[in-house]
């Protein structure tokens, strides 16, 4: 059973739940994702439900973590985003910045120099075929909505 536990800082209540933490600033401000060393805006947050009560902010960390319901990645949902430039490769699977979601545009998957050898490797990425092989990698990683964001942009 996943546990949700909070801490007061200086500048609001922390909770955290399976490695996600949210950050609820006093004062009724929205709340902030603290994702390493930065605080991200969560665009609409109202989405996730209200904040007011600390059994409120339990949900909506609940619901935050959880909240991509599982999804059925496509080639027409996503783009696959290649660049190789002699000893430095990326690919990256993106949900397609033309469906209607709030999470267009945002980034499933990132594979670096070395993790892209690795998935071609072990048969995770085919060469031949990058968006079809990283959607299938996302689907059987269960790979739902991110809750991260994208070049520091808010979620």
């Known amino acids: 059973m996943e546990r949700t ?4 800082q200086a500048n609001g209540l922390a ?3 399976a490695g996600v933490t949210v950050l609820f600033p006093y004062g009724g401000l929205n709340p902030k994702l603290i994702y390493g060393d930065s605080l991200v805006s969560i665009i609409e947050p109202e989405r996730f439900g209200t904040w007011n009560t600390r059994k409120e902010r339990l949900a909506f960390v609940r619901r935050f973590r959880n909240g991509g319901e599982a999804m059925n990645w496509t080639t027409n949902n996503t ?10 490769a990326h690919v990256s699977l993106i949900v397609s910045p033309e469906i209607d979601s709030p999470c267009a545009g945002y980034e499933l998957l990132s594979f670096w120099d070395d993790e892209v050898a690795d998935m ?3 048969g995770f990425l085919n060469p031949r075929d990058w968006h079809g092989s ?3 990698y996302a689907n059987q990683m269960n790979v739902s909505y991110p809750h991260f964001p994208f ?5």
């Open 5 to 8: 536990t909070f801490r007061e």
């Open 15 to 17: 909770y955290t739940r």
């Open 134 to 136: 990283a959607v299938e």
């Open 79 to 88: 783009e696959c985003s290649t660049w190789f430039e002699r000893d430095r």
């Open 151 to 155: 070049n520091g942009e808010t979620l």
């Open 120 to 122: 071609v490797r072990d």
